[in-house]
């Protein structure tokens, strides 16, 4: 079975910046897409960023500029860079890896809270 390891959550100040990580235990060139999603309490989960195996990548409106996903294959990992960090990013961040076939994949999730 496919496992998804999220890290690099935490306390950040508002304008800060903090780099989240999933490891996966498979090659990401397996997968079709990974995504990162974010909940907040009382909210619905939504899709953050996304990034497909042949590197393209969109955003939600609310972080487009300011967060990147990337990936590094050696490293069986995907990224999400987050700048300029807001309090209305306080959420709960889980990594979803898609591989077409075989089926999707979920983290457990990191908590990442922005506050002065």
């Known amino acids: 079975q496919v496992q998804l390891v999220e890290s690099g959550g935490g306390l950040v100040q508002p304008g800060g910046s903090l780099r989240l990580s999933c490891a996966a235990s498979?090659?990401?060139?397996?997968?079709?897409?990974m995504n990162w999603y974010r909940q907040a309490p009382g909210k619905e989960r939504e899709l953050v960023a996304a990034?497909?195996?042949?590197?393209?990548?969109k955003y939600a409106d609310s972080v487009r500029g300011r967060f990147t996903i990337s990936t590094d294959n050696a490293k069986r990992t995907v990224y999400l860079q987050m700048n300029n960090l807001k309090p209305d990013d306080t959420a709960v961040y889980y990594c979803?890896?898609?591989?077409?076939?075989?089926?999707?994949?979920w983290g457990q999730g990191t908590q990442v809270t922005v506050s002065s």
């Open positions: 498979r090659t990401i060139f397996s997968f079709n897409a």
């Open positions: 990034i497909t195996s042949v590197g393209s990548t």
């Open positions: 979803n890896a898609i591989r077409v076939g075989p089926g999707e994949y």
